[in-house]
């Protein structure tokens, strides 16, 4: 027996060498300069990690070197490439077995002193050790229901309950804390482990845990209980259950930022999709200690804080108010203006929530809350952008911040932004819809005084805006009587080619609302009611009584026909000229097929006119005096129009009097800036044709309006 004895010795100094030359060994390994393979640092690094397993597989009584070799195990588990070969050398029974607490001998004891020294070496420390690194091992998702079938959980909540009997020294709360941090990692994302915690009894020890005088304890148990709590009811109302909602208010009122971040984290994930925990929540009195998180030098607890405002706004009206009422609005808006994306992510979410009440509206933007807004618009960060846009949405409800949206530059930000996500453009659509909705009364009477007295750039963002938000009735009255054309067509001249953009975008748009469909899209007026003759006179000689020679070839024509359709035939045929009587009648300067198709249409009513022939049949129908045919012609042209032959339409439109190729061209232009105003004649030709633009806009929005017969 004693020859055994001296060989377990011997066994031991064998491996306690072994350790302590282990971290040189481990150290190694990343040293370029070694010249063993990588092939064989692996084997190397497997055969420490085996004997190191070894040595907490054996029986042996060494507290000390089962602590060593536990110690050094961890810092290999620190390292995430190590992990899967720990666990795939059965580290994790291992481990197991050592989160247990041994059977203590006192055989050897002599005094109660000498007894603790002597038969309880390292007492909680190989526990430590243990649940420490099973906490790094379970960080690997793939792990965690392998270490929790391995029968960690009921050991690891034992642990949490050593206190009871051993008291509150730096050892015990040590094991404590690292025992609730496995619990964190092993639950982490991992709703069946959340849910066998609670079986296994984890949730009261950790909630009596929130009362330790160990601060790191506390932060522990808390972190333990926010896992936990995400995302499964049975675990919230547990934890609600054994009372530690009173507990957590105080913490969130702890000066420790640890703590009251890991409360205020608590609190959300008891709270989310859970009304009924969010008002015991408020009952329990978290509503003022969170508002004050909001002014935290810890960025987390800030973050957090306004999520769970968020939440509580969600709640019902009146915690909306009260939220906004005990002073709320303005942290919020200042961590709106913080660097962090996650801060402005989460006051964002929270000032949403509370702008979809009424009563918190006008409070919003009169504490200066529309500028960063706006601001979050222009994020490459979906979420930001969404939220952003949401509060916008519920502060334009109120129809005292519309004219503030606008003399800011709201409306300009809302059309112009590249927003990422679907949901965050149809809420953009809402908004200007609800905004458009209430241009009108005292909201239009504000925002037409700014627009005559406000500075330069106030007067533009408004011009802008009701461009494209004022309604057809008022369109006379903004931008005639109110001298709001003006405006826009002095930005049209601007050297900057955002403010022509921006002017040519609201032109269009005035256009647009001020006729059913634009000049280029509409269809031609319907010829004037007259009797036609019809297409077999074309042409046809029977009762033909003028003949027309045109190239040489001869038409025959019926007088008739000629005086119902044109003023000029008539002043040909009945007036005082010779071919009043003349029986051929020589047409110079017009080709055949020109002739031919005019007489057409006197004698039917309707042509098809294509771009090959339509400039000449313009001139034509100029000449002639045939209204109808001209308006077929500019109507052909007009859907023709290009950025190469612009300025010859608009020249044949001023040459010819047409009025509706005019028109056409003067909304090409405007409709295509983007392509067109990197062009070097672009700017020349805008100057050319500007009093052209304002007397089409002073015609269209003067005339009398029409009732759709549609509708």
């Known amino acids: 027996m004693a020859d055994d004895k001296q060989i377990n010795n011997t066994v031991r100094r064998s491996i306690k060498r072994k350790l302590e030359d282990s971290f040189t060994v481990i150290d190694s390994l990343d040293d370029d300069s070694s010249s063993s393979s990588q092939q064989q640092q692996d084997d190397d690094l497997l055969i420490e990690i085996r004997e190191l397993i070894e040595v907490l597989e054996s029986n042996s009584s060494d507290r000390a070197l089962t602590k060593r070799s536990i110690q050094i195990l961890s810092e290999l588990a620190k390292n995430e490439d190590n992990v899967d070969l720990l666990v795939g050398s059965g580290i994790v029974p291992a481990l197991v077995k050592h989160l247990q607490e041994p059977q203590w001998s006192n055989e ?33 998702p793939e792990h965690q229901q392998l270490i929790v079938d391995a029968g960690a959980l009921p050991h690891l909540v034992a642990l949490l309950k050593r206190h009871r009997d051993n008291g509150n020294s730096r050892a015990v709360n040590g094991v404590i804390r690292k025992a609730a941090d496995a619990i964190t990692n092993l639950a982490h994302e991992n709703g069946s ?50 009372n530690a909602l009173p507990t957590l208010v105080l913490m969130l009122q702890s000066e420790d930022t640890g703590i009251h971040y890991e409360a205020v984290g608590v609190i959300g994930n008891l709270v989310h999709s859970s009304p009924k925990i969010k008002m015991d929540v408020l009952h329990a009195g978290a509503l003022q200690p969170v508002i004050k998180l909001l002014s935290s030098t810890c960025s987390e607890s800030q ?33 709106l203006k913080s660097p962090e994306a996650q801060l402005r992510e989460m006051s964002a979410f929270a000032l949403g929530r509370l702008a979809q009440d009424t009563h918190n509206q006008a409070g919003i933007a009169h504490s200066g809350g529309i500028v960063p807004l706006l601001k979050l618009l222009e994020s490459k960060n979906g979420t930001l952008q969404h939220n952003g846009a949401f509060t916008l949405y519920g502060l334009a409800d109120n129809e005292d911040n519309v004219a503030d949206l606008i003399s800011l530059g709201g409306v300009q930000k809302l059309m112009d932004g590249e927003f990422i996500v679907q949901p965050t453009r149809d809420c953009v659509a809402k908004t200007l819809k609800r905004m458009e909705d209430k241009i009108h009364g005292k909201v239009l009477s504000r925002l037409l005084y700014k627009m005559h007295n406000a500075e330069k750039i106030v007067q533009r963002r408004i011009v802008l805006a009701l461009a494209h938000l004022c309604s057809p009735e008022d369109q006379e009255a903004v931008f005639v009587d109110n001298n709001g054309l003006d405006l826009l067509l002095e ?38 009611s007259q009797v036609y003759l019809g297409e077999e006179y074309v042409n046809n000689p029977l009762i033909s009584d003028v003949t027309f020679i045109i190239e040489g070839k001869r038409f025959y024509a019926h007088r008739i026909g000629l005086l119902a359709s044109s003023d000029a035939f008539r002043a040909m045929f009945d007036g005082g000229y010779k071919e009043r009587d003349a029986k051929v009648v020589q047409i110079p300067n017009i080709r055949w097929e020109t002739f031919e198709l005019m007489m057409r249409f006197i004698y039917t009513g309707s042509v098809e006119v294509n771009m090959g022939i339509a400039q000449d049949l313009l001139k034509a129908a100029d000449q002639y005096l045939l209204d109808g045919l001209k308006r077929l012609c500019e109507y052909t042209m007009a859907r023709d129009i290009k950025a190469d032959n ?6 044949l439109s001023e040459t010819y009097n047409a009025v509706s190729l005019r028109n056409a061209c003067i909304l090409f232009v405007l409709d295509q800036f983007d392509k ?36």
């Open 108 to 140: 050897d004891a002599i005094g109660f002193d000498e007894f603790v020294t002597r038969s309880r070496p390292l007492e909680h420390e190989v526990e430590k050790g243990s649940a420490f690194t099973i906490g790094l091992l379970a960080i690997k």
């Open 193 to 242: 482990i959340k849910t066998r915690v609670r079986v296994e009894g984890g949730i009261p020890p950790l909630v009596e845990l929130l009362e330790s005088n160990d601060a790191k304890v506390q932060k522990a148990a808390a972190g333990a209980l926010r896992t936990l709590a995400f995302k499964n009811d049975e675990n919230k109302t547990q934890i609600v259950d054994h």
């Open 303 to 335: 973050r957090e804080a306004a999520l769970l405002l968020g939440q509580f706004a969600a709640a019902d009206t009146d915690s909306k108010v009260h939220i906004v009422q005990r002073g709320a609005v303005g942290p919020l808006i200042e961590m």
């Open 491 to 528: 930005l049209l001249q601007s050297v900057h080619s955002k403010h022509q953009g921006d002017a040519c975008a609201a032109l269009c748009r005035l256009a647009e609302k001020a006729t059913s469909v634009s000049s280029v899209d509409a269809g031609p007026s319907s010829p004037i």
């Open 646 to 651: 612009l300025a010859l339409m608009y020249d």
């Open 676 to 711: 067109l105003h990197s062009k070097p004649w672009y700017a020349s030709f805008v100057l050319q044709i500007l009093p052209e633009i304002r007397n089409y806009f002073m015609t269209t929005l003067t005339k009398p309006m029409e009732v759709n017969s549609q509708e």
